[in-house]
């Protein structure tokens, strides 16, 4: 997701009080940040962000961390969180492949990837979020038994993940496509793409994946 460039956003999202800055120094340490031990959940790559503030309004016993690397979608997010002040929720302007050092062995729990960006190219295909280097990086951060889910309604995407996540040494423990007409429907909060796309006729695909 990319918006116009909005003047000033860096600045905004510097003095935040909502974005964690010097996220390194973090690392081991998010149960200070968060002031609990509640477990972590992370979205990357996530936009606005009405998806992660709609699943920790409904679970304050959470902790959710958004992942955006890009400041303007960022910014409405931020926006959005100054209404709403939830008290589980952070945000990082950060690539995902920065993630190990700012998160310790095991510190995450659950990885949502949701309408992440297809990048169609084969020769680009070690950007997509599914490819095994992110996997990997996913690894790193991950809990034992935590896991990654993924949504797309990119056919391609989807056929794609399907292999490149058991390539690196993961397992499909559920998969659908077309999670809105199927038993997994039940409690799915949607994204800002999902609403987009689901509203064109796309079927929904979604994963998850354990080690
Ligand atoms: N999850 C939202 C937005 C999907 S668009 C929704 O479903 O509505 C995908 C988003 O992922 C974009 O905002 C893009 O900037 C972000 N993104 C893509 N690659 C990323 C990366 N490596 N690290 C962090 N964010 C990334």
């Known amino acids: 997701m990319r918006l116009r460039h909005i003047p000033g956003a860096e600045q905004r999202i510097e003095e935040s009080v909502h974005v964690v800055r010097e996220p390194e120094l973090c690392r081991g340490r998010w149960a200070e940040v968060f002031g609990n031990g509640n477990p ?37 997010a931020i926006q959005k969180q100054e209404e709403l ?8 302007r950060e690539d995902a492949l920065e993630l190990p ?38 690894s790193q951060i991950l809990a034992e038994d935590g896991s990654v889910e993924f949504k797309t309604d990119n056919a391609e995407l989807f056929a794609y993940s399907l292999e490149s996540i058991p390539s ?9 496509h077309d999670l809105h007409h199927s038993r997994y429907a039940e409690g ?18 979604k994963l998850i994946a354990v080690r």
């Open 40 to 76: 972590v959940y992370m979205e990357i790559g996530m936009g606005k962000g009405r998806f992660l503030m709609e699943l920790a309004a409904a679970n304050p016993e959470i902790n959710y961390v958004g992942v955006e690397r890009y400041s303007s979608v960022l910014l409405k």
């Open 85 to 92: 002040l939830l008290p589980n929720v952070r945000f990082l």
């Open 188 to 205: 799915n909060v949607m994204t800002e793409y999902e609403e987009k796309f689901a509203a064109k006729g796309n079927p929904i695909c």
């Open 101 to 138: 050092q700012m998160f310790g062995p095991g510190e995450v729990k659950r990885i949502y990837l949701n309408f992440s960006d297809p990048w169609p190219k084969d020769r680009h295909a070690k950007r997509r979020l599914t490819s095994p280097r992110f996997m990997e990086v996913y």
């Open 168 to 176: 690196a040494g993961w397992r499909v423990v559920m998969e659908t």
